[in-house]
């Protein structure tokens, strides 16, 4: 296990616009937004038959809400491709989808302010459950065109092999 180091010049927090996404050991070109990664454990209540008045509190079954990206339209066709792994409009009776291989293990890189890598999630298991292939269109918009796809998962960990990076001082000599 990484030993932690502690930055004591670093006191803000890490901002949430410098980011990269990671599959099949290449980065994912133009995301532009990842939503959060949250878990939620289920409460199982119970007593003790000689306590009458009060219940006792365990943990249960621990879900992983899906994962969105989201990114501009461009020729890339990274998102599609996952997602005809398990839909396919228009393959033949019998060969819609291919389950050999739709799922994927995703990283999540997040950046500090001078590039460096300050925190990585690896997301386990990520499978495409929805495929927006592009937003609304409107003739009156001004805005970049966006697609996305929902990652269902069956967990996530912090990379703590990642160390917290020495930030470089930029002061004058």
């Not at 996404?21 to 007593?47: C, I, Q």
């Not at 989808?97 to 386990?124: C, H, M, P, T």
């Amino acid at each position: 296990m990484a030993q932690f180091s502690v930055n004591a010049q670093r006191f803000d927090p890490y901002r949430n616009f410098k980011f990269r996404v990671k599959w099949d050991g290449r980065y994912v070109a133009g995301v532009s937004k990842v939503s959060a990664l949250k878990r939620t454990s289920e409460v199982v209540k119970h007593r003790e038959g000689g306590d009458p008045s009060s219940s006792r509190k365990s943990p249960g079954r621990t879900e992983y809400e899906a994962v969105t990206l989201e990114r501009g339209v461009t020729h890339d066709p990274e998102f599609e491709r996952w997602a005809n792994k398990v839909w396919n409009f228009g393959s033949g009776l019998g060969a819609e989808v291919s389950l050999r291989d739709f799922r994927k293990d995703v990283i999540i890189e997040i950046y500090n302010e001078a590039g460096q890598v300050a925190l990585a999630y690896k997301v386990y298991r990520c499978w495409v459950s929805e495929f927006q292939a592009q937003a609304d269109l409107d003739a009156n918009g001004n805005a970049a065109l966006i697609q996305s796809i929902k990652l269902e998962n069956e967990g996530w960990e912090r990379d703590y092999e990642v160390p917290e990076p020495a930030e470089p001082s930029f002061t004058e000599p």
